[in-house]
């Protein structure tokens, strides 16, 4: 079972896919750092200085120990558009490969090389005619 799972583990695929999950990952933090330091602050001073991460309902008191209950919709607003600018650059990434791809399959073939008959009889016909 340990050989199976070595073997599973080892394969191409498999070790593509981590890649890309530790890629997306900190792709992920570089879109969260984007919409929360960059695109936000501009957006909340043009509607009057509200700082997103701080909008939010408060459903229960805060009493005692026990903390306030919130739904926080300007985190919310924050993750909807991480969620728009991460699916944007697969979009553009997937459109690329396509793309690519497309090209690749649109190349003309090369004429299949004729048999040795075929070469041998053109040697005969032109040996002929001579």
């Known amino acids: ?8 583990a080892m394969r191409g695929n498999v070790v593509d896919m981590a890649v ?12 969260a750092s984007l919409v929360n330091d960059v695109l936000m602050p501009p957006i909340g001073m043009l509607l009057g200085g509200v700082d997103f991460s701080e909008i939010f309902i408060t459903l229960k008191q805060a009493e005692g120990d026990a903390a306030a209950v919130t739904m926080n919709i300007g985190l919310f607003i924050n993750t909807i558009i991480e969620f728009i600018i991460v699916a944007f650059a697969i979009f553009m990434v997937i459109k690329g490969m396509n793309s690519m791809k497309k090209k690749e399959e649109e190349k003309p073939a090369e004429p299949p090389k004729p048999s040795e008959e075929v070469v041998l009889l053109k040697e005969i016909r032109d040996a002929l005619s001579k």
């Open 1 to 8: 079972m340990l050989k199976e799972f070595k073997a599973f």
């Open 20 to 31: 890309g999950i530790v890629i997306g990952a900190a792709f992920g933090k570089i879109v």
